[in-house]
């Protein structure tokens, strides 16, 4: 019998109704990059300083000296977790000793920030962390909302401006609520025919596909599968499919294993480039301005290799080129800290342009009859990546060159991963598992159905092609 391909041939490939299913689609996912970065603003953790309380009997000079002194990259700052004693301090600012002068800092007993602390407003107004105190001691619980963030994306996917100094709770709104508009799609974007007819909901298939030769100016054919066509179909609906079968044969085992590690590595790379922006040297409006910007090329490129080269050395590339930059990171002196900057934003090209192509490369492995379980499967491997991925950042916390020297180092390694991937590139859909199953270069145990379907003299198709070693 025909496939869904040649069967549906005559709607050509890109016509109107194919371009307006596409940017729906697109319009769709819009919000979600409104969310998903604004955390770096909503947990933006300003500079600080323990609070030293108005009514405390200092002098200037001792509510000046009152917070002990520490280097941060190569400067002497405030210690933002700490403070000389206050008992101690208005003792000596009572007998007129003056700090530095009668008195030796460095012999002074410190203690915690008993009375709070005093939060910058030079780049952020209020944010979560200025709200609950999340620093020094409680500083993990700022990763840990991010996580959670992410773990509420997770929980989501299985029952179903970046730019602002505002206060966290309006800005969280204004985000939010664009999605709302994206319910609307509902009564406009279709179901796949293609599913629909692997599920045997054939007369639906059929509406839907005469409507979208109607919208591209198309004479459909009056009847657009055989009797006999049907009744295969019918046959091949008799077989139930669940998310064991992403694990049925050897073959397909190493596929959905491999995709799981390749989706959630990529996402650390992604996420926790995205979340690391207000770490770099300069402000931090223009560097996650130019972290968002950086992604246009990424996409474009991505688009140009799927459509000229092969999936897994495209993927390979970008994933090398992310990898290798960030390595270097830790080699760049301090002084040039704009060519660190310039190595992330690479690094944030080649992960975000891998990124995007493994949606692609990820349903072209999978048969029509699982494709929608094994994305979900490696989507929510994605999930578990990004609810990682804060985590990655707050190491830096302890070196700042560790989370490059992580990320970096996964993503090489993914990248190798990816060269014993089959090739889809240039190669029909599979349609059910069986074709799926037989690709080349893997060699798996044949199941008693399979040999039987064989004996019976049907034809072994090479659905993907393999490229390996």
């Not at 179903?160 to 994206?182: E, I, M």
């Not at 990529?266 to 300069?282: A, E, K, M």
């Amino acid at each position: 019998m025909r496939d869904y391909d040649e069967a549906t041939a005559f709607l050509g490939e890109w016509g109107p109704f194919q371009r307006l299913i596409f940017f729906l689609l697109s319009a769709s996912i819009i919000p979600n990059g409104f969310n998903g970065m604004s955390v770096v603003f909503l947990a933006g953790t300003p500079e600080h300083r323990c609070r030293v309380p108005g009514t405390a009997n200092l002098s200037s000079a001792w509510r000046n000296h009152s917070v002990p002194r520490r280097l941060q990259d190569g400067q002497e700052v405030p210690h933002s977790c700490r403070r000389y004693r206050l008992e101690a301090i208005s003792n000596f600012s009572a007998l007129g000793l003056e700090p530095g002068r009668d008195v030796d800092l460095e012999q002074l007993e410190q203690e915690s920030c008993l009375d709070g602390w005093e939060f910058s407003q030079d780049v952020y107004l209020s944010t979560i962390v200025t709200e609950w105190n999340l620093v020094c001691e409680d500083d993990w619980k700022a990763p840990l909302t991010t996580s959670l963030f992410f773990g509420g994306v997770l929980v989501g996917s299985f029952v179903s401006g970046q730019l602002s100094d505002r206060d966290w709770r309006k800005l969280l709104l204004a985000l939010t609520l664009p999605g709302v508009l994206c319910a609307a799609l509902w009564w406009f974007i279709p179901e796949s025919p293609r599913w629909l007819i692997s599920q045997g909901r054939f007369k639906e298939a059929e509406i839907i596909i005469h409507r979208a030769a109607k919208i591209n100016g198309i004479v459909a054919p009056s009847t657009l599968f055989e009797p006999s066509e049907l009744q295969d179909l019918r046959s091949q609906k008799q077989q139930s499919h669940s998310i064991l079968d992403l694990l049925r044969s050897r073959n397909i085992r190493m596929v959905t294993v491999m995709s799981i590690i390749l989706w959630m590595t990529i996402s650390v790379g992604y996420f926790g480039l995205s979340l690391d922006t207000p770490n770099l040297h300069g402000d931090v409006y223009v560097n996650c301005f130019l972290s968002a910007v950086v992604e246009v090329p990424a996409y474009i490129l991505a688009w140009l290799l799927l459509q000229h080269l092969p999936r897994r050395y495209s993927m390979a590339t970008a994933l090398f080129l992310g990898g290798s930059v960030l390595l270097f990171v830790q080699l760049v002196p301090p002084d040039l800290y704009y060519l660190a900057t310039v190595l992330v934003m690479v690094g944030k090209f080649g992960v975000t342009a891998a990124f995007s192509m493994v949606y692609v490369y990820t349903a072209e492995l999978y048969p029509t009859v699982v494709r929608n379980m094994g994305v979900g499967v490696s989507s929510t491997a994605s999930r578990l990546g990004s609810i990682l991925a804060p985590y990655f950042i707050y190491l830096g916390a302890y070196d700042r060159f560790l989370p490059y020297i992580l990320m970096g180092s996964l993503t090489i390694l993914t990248a190798i991963l990816t060269l014993f991937l089959p090739e889809s590139f240039g190669t029909p859909l599979p349609d059910t598992i069986d074709q799926m199953l037989r690709v080349k270069g893997i060699k798996y145990r044949q199941t008693p159905n399979h040999t039987r379907e064989l004996k019976d003299g049907e034809e072994n198709p090479t659905v993907l092609k393999s490229t390996a070693f």
